[in-house]
């Protein structure tokens, strides 16, 4: 199976949306903690998908596909680590489409993202798991993440 990723076009946006909008209204982990983001419904994903095309300096989205079926998605967003001295990567968003989990297209999502940021010269990806999501937290682990121990915090403006 030849899983092929790429980062979000105009022509690929309602790929990104669709997959996009079934994470976050369907993920149990996602919907526990989505007051607090101000979860703003489809509205703020084709706003959010917009802001991605006009200001790809902030970021981009990560879709893999197979047969030019999108199957998969996630979210990059750039910042700047005082601890590291550089541009960094937050990982958000991570989904991969029902049919399809089990199969490494995670896994293929996070090492050809992996070496579009190394090609970047961005030296860090940072993300958060859900305290409750021993999967995802295995997951991420297996891709040589490690944990903080600190939790994450919002606050809503």
Sequence with gaps: MMIECRRMTQESRNDAFHLINQFLSEDEYYLDSSS???????????KALELF????????????????????VCIICFGISTSIGSIVAKLDDVFVATPWQNQGVGSTMITSLKA???????PRIDTSV????????????????????????????
């Design 130 to 157: 859900h305290l409750q999501n021993s999967k995802a937290r295995k997951f991420y682990e297996k891709h040589k993440f490690v944990p903080l121990n600190e939790e994450k915090l919002s606050c809503l403006l």
């Design 53 to 72: 095309l006009q200001h790809p300096e902030l970021g981009f989205v990560w879709i893999a596909g197979y047969e030019n079926q999108p199957v998969g």
């Design 116 to 122: 579009e940021l190394r090609r970047l010269n961005i």
């Design 36 to 46: 607090a983001y101000g979860d703003g419904g489809s509205l703020a994903i084709e």
